[in-house]
């Protein structure tokens, strides 16, 4: 199992472009999340899907896009990028374990550069 | 979801046991305390977690008051690998599984 994947790993764009961030997950989970991670911070949730067809806001939303495109995929979109989203992104997953463990696991992350 | 209170930074030396306090005194009966850490701007890694009782896993023991206002969580061998920052997160079981991360403690093990 690959777990969950991100890509591109990094990435860098100029103020209004767009893009979109890719995330697939293999562990059959229900629930996805995006972060975002600035520098010295602790990461922030900028959206989630708890189950296929369903996405909310978390605490940082504006700028930002999701699309839940199947229960393995959860992409993340930039409209018009500006320098204030220059961050690490990561996604998450989880589901309800024997355990009653709502344990998310995380990808490697993205690095974007808006300049 | 409660606000935790970590201390920004800790020390440990290398075969030493590692103590991270978390306070969290503003907790619900129906919250539970988890513990993440996240290497080197990795994704943070799901450690432990409890609601009242101390648990233990082969990563980690978790200590709860018997009042739940704070924990510890204590990696009984640290070694320069479980140099991290680790977040302690409270947060109600089901429901919402959103996590609300702080800004952890950096822990640094010294050889």
């Known amino acids: 199992n690959a777990g969950v994947t991100q890509t591109p790993k990094f990435q860098v764009l100029k103020t209004g472009q767009s893009m979109t961030l890719q995330c697939a997950q293999d562990m059959n989970h229900n629930s996805m999340y995006w972060y975002r991670q600035d520098p010295g911070m602790g990461l922030r949730l900028i959206y989630y899907?708890?189950?296929?067809?369903?996405?909310d806001k978390g605490e940082v939303p504006n700028g930002y896009n999701v699309s839940r495109l199947n229960k393995r995929e959860f992409s993340l979109r930039l409209e018009s990028a500006a320098p204030s989203q220059t961050s690490v992104y990561f996604c998450?997953?989880?589901?309800?374990?024997?355990?009653?463990?709502?344990?998310?696991?995380f990808g490697p992350g993205t690095r974007l550069t808006v300049l | 979801d409660a606000k935790t209170t970590q201390p920004t930074s800790m020390d440990c030396a290398e075969g030493r046991a590692a103590n991270l306090p978390c306070n969290h005194s503003?907790?619900?009966?129906?919250?539970?305390v988890y513990w993440y850490r996240q290497i080197h701007s990795q994704g943070p890694q799901y450690i432990i977690h409890g609601l009242k009782n101390n648990e233990t896993n082969e990563m980690a023991s978790l200590i709860i008051t018997e009042d739940r206002k704070s924990s510890t969580l204590i990696l009984p061998h640290a070694t320069l690998r479980d140099t991290a920052v680790y977040y302690c997160i409270v947060r109600t079981q089901g429901g919402s599984e959103k996590l609300v991360f702080g800004k952890g403690t950096k822990l640094t093990v010294n050889p």
């Open positions: 998450a997953s989880s589901a309800l374990s024997g355990t009653s463990v709502y344990e998310q696991f």
């Open positions: 899907s708890a189950s296929e067809g369903t996405t």
């Open positions: 503003t907790i619900s009966g129906n919250e539970y």
